[in-house]
């Protein structure tokens, strides 16, 4: 009869296995042996399978729980040893390791189940279970996505320190869940920086820059200094809101708290603060101030702030510079550059900078890159030269290709190429309102009004809504913000709507027309001009000139592209008012002055 003895001699006895198991230096050595071991019905015996263990424990260069690559292998093995262990004494030294191991590697998401249910079970049997178990529990659930099991497990602590309360409000915030952190949060006793730099950048994570700044105010009334990540993470909220008040402000702080200002992350948070509030000569004089210590991330802000501001030459003459003295660009440098083109409509530079990257730099472009090249080409007008690209493109084309192509379309009026474009937006991202705002702008453009109906049905029938205009301002310090079909307070809409006739009277007498194609629904004429001057930007406009000192300028932000005939009377109002307005559009800056953009009239 054939016996496990006689076919593994090696393994006749629990000692035999136990050296062999010593002299596994990885895991699939350890995975040979293992199944050897149940072959031979040794792997149950407590001792051999407490070996298998924590051979890793006890001897350091078998890393078999740190091969990331098998994090799962390791996980069923892992359980499999734990269900036969009555005994757990030990395996919390294995414990933190196996969670770190997990959390580094993806894969933990594919079999969190498993694992989460496995370390809970080693969790549960673990005699002394400290306060850094507790912790690396509840961090690993977070990791996983098991709010509930996490919250579970915090209520459950017995006690808890300051890394805990932290951690799981870090955790929170990383699963979306910002009102149960801000829920832990304000039942804290004792707060430290890291928490309040937890719930700052949890903040600006979610889109929350209101909040953001909110909070990182009420961090400095409580008398806590933030560190140099909470003011990065703040900056970001301020160049989302565009306040470049708050940005100087912040600016100014670090330089009073001596927080050096070196370059790299901060230098870079704060050239994109300025270039994003519309301040771009305050982030070129930041980048020149660090720029020789030649860190790529500060050249590539500066690239891109230029690039929004339609300062394409600009951002080419930094690029040259920084070829010159030999600061390595990266992909992002490039991303910059092609925008750089895209909004100041440099043809043959974007193609010179596309190849640049390829052949000298051997970088394979990837799709944000062909994306904005295909961007440069169909905004002027070369929709033709644009889908040759799509044609060839080495990946599937994303949502911000078509939708590039769409706008183009619109813009110069090609509704099959659109109506393609539109129906690959509508099948990646179905519940983007933007995209089928745009397909029926063209529709409504060539009067194809029973076309406008069917995407507007289409929309009802999937639940999709169109996202309102919406335009902010700054005044003395406080947001005003003007909303297509939001009532304004008392009185405020009054006053605000009889400036805006006064000023399109005033604009009509030196010849303004309001661009009537510009609104895109089927009404009579009298009632488009009576929709064309609620929109957001223009209330906000006369909100300034009723509200600002004379001169000052008007620094508008707008959630969605400035319309055609919006651009046209900020131009006006720009000369005949003799008011500078920077309008921050979704896309990029405008600088209207003297009755002209720097875009352009290109965007
Ligand atoms: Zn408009
Ligand atoms: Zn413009």
């Not at 001792?47 to 069923?76: G, I, K, Q, T, Y």
């Not at 009277?505 to 303004?512: E, P, S, V």
Request: proline letters at 2%.
């Amino acid at each position: 009869m054939w016996t496990a003895s006689q076919s593994l001699p090696l393994l006749l006895a629990p000692n035999a296995a136990i050296s062999l198991l010593d002299k596994c230096h990885t895991l699939s050595e350890l995975r040979q042996v293992h199944a050897r071991l149940v072959k031979s019905g040794l792997a149950s015996n407590p001792r051999v399978l407490r070996r298998l263990l924590l051979c890793r424990a006890r001897s350091p260069n078998v890393s078999f729980l740190s091969d990331s690559n098998n994090v799962h292998e390791c996980f069923l093995l892992y359980s499999r040893m734990l269900s036969r262990l009555d005994d757990l004494h030990g395996v919390e030294f294995s414990l933190p390791s196996l969670l770190k191991t997990c959390g580094k590697s993806s894969s933990f998401f594919q079999g969190r189940q498993l694992h989460a249910q496995t370390a809970r079970q080693v969790f549960d049997r673990m005699n002394q279970r400290d306060v850094i178990s507790w912790n690396s529990m509840i961090a690993g659930c977070l990791k996983a996505g098991d709010v509930d099991l996490a919250l579970a497990l915090f209520d459950e602590m017995p006690q808890k320190d300051i890394i805990s309360w932290n951690s799981m409000i870090d955790g929170l915030m990383k699963c979306e869940r910002c009102d149960l952190a801000e829920k832990l949060f304000e039942s804290m006793a004792q707060r430290d920086v890291v928490t309040w730099t937890a719930m700052v950048s949890g903040y600006v994570l979610n889109g929350h820059s209101d909040e953001a700044l909110e909070l990182f105010r009420r961090m400095l009334d409580a008398g806590v200094q933030p560190d140099a990540t909470a003011i990065v993470n703040v900056l970001a909220a301020i160049a989302d809101l565009g306040f470049c008040d708050e940005g100087k402000w912040v600016h100014a702080y670090v330089c009073r708290s001596n927080i050096k200002l070196v370059s790299g992350v901060l230098g870079s948070a704060l050239i994109d603060m300025y270039s994003k509030c519309g301040l771009i000569d305050n982030a070129l004089s930041v980048f020149r101030s660090i720029c020789h210590e030649r860190q790529v991330g500060d050249w590539n802000s500066m690239i891109s702030g230029l690039a929004i501001h339609g300062l394409g030459r600009q951002a080419i003459e930094i690029f040259d510079e920084m070829q010159r003295i030999g600061v390595e660009p990266n992909d992002i440098s490039f991303l910059g550059l092609l925008k750089a083109c895209s909004h100041s409509g440099m043809i043959e530079e974007g193609w010179l900078y596309f190849k640049l990257m390829q052949e000298r730099y051997r970088m394979e472009p990837g799709i944000q890159h062909y994306g904005c090249l295909i961007d440069l080409l169909s905004r002027s007008g070369l929709l033709e030269e644009a889908q040759r690209v799509i044609e060839d493109l080495p990946m599937e084309p994303d949502v911000v290709v078509w939708k590039s192509i769409l706008s183009s379309c619109v813009r110069h009026g090609h509704v099959d190429i659109g109506e393609h474009a539109a129906m690959r937006v509508i099948e990646l991202a179905p519940h983007d309102s933007s995209c089928y705002t745009l397909l029926s702008n063209m529709y409504a453009k060539f009067g194809q009004w029973e076309d406008v109906e069917r995407v507007r049905a289409l929309m009802k029938e999937r639940g999709v809504k169109k996202i309102p205009g919406c335009s902010c301002i700054m005044v003395k310090g406080e947001v005003h913000e003007f909303l297509v079909g939001k009532e304004m307070g008392v009185g405020r809409r009054e006053v605000v709507h009889s400036k805006l006739e006064e000023v399109i009277h005033r604009l009509k007498l030196q010849g303004y027309e309001p661009d009537l194609s510009q609104v895109l629904v089927d009404v009579e004429e009298e009632e488009k001009e009576s929709l064309l001057s609620v929109h957001s930007e223009k209330m906000a406009i006369a909100f300034g000139l009723l509200n600002l000192n004379k001169g000052a300028p008007i620094r508008i932000v707008k959630n969605l592209r400035v319309c055609g005939d919006c651009h046209s009377f900020s131009k006006l109002v720009s000369r005949i008012y003799n008011h500078e307005i920077i309008l921050r559009d979704q896309n990029r800056f405008h600088h209207f002055k003297g009755g002209s953009c720097s875009c352009n009239d290109y965007w």
